[in-house]
């Protein structure tokens, strides 16, 4: 059924499958497992947002306590926050208005 989805439900349906296969059998990431997984799967929407205060409150956040878990919905905020602040959402709608 997912394959005659929108690209937009296909989009959705992919960040649960990456959530699930990162996820404990609780269905929960540990912080530490939040921050790699958002390092290696979703680097280019991170990349040079080092220097910004709400990146760096995300990223604090994950360190002061490794250990604690996040389930599915606090990880879908931490990822519309961040593609919010990121550049490449910036160069999309870029590319949107010049054509």
Partial sequence: ALGQGSELEKAFA????????YADPEGKLSRAETKSLLQT???QFIQ???NKPK???I????DEQPGDKID????MMT????TLMSDLLQEIK???TTK
């Fill in 41 to 43: 799967q979703f680097w």
């Fill in 48 to 50: 040079g947002q080092e």
């Fill in 55 to 57: 990146y760096q409150e």
């Fill in 94 to 96: 870029n590319l949107k």
């Fill in 79 to 82: 990822l519309v926050i961040l």
């Fill in 59 to 62: 990223i604090s956040d994950l």
């Fill in 14 to 21: 992919t960040v649960a499958l990456v959530y699930n296969n």
């Fill in 72 to 75: 599915f919905e606090d990880f």
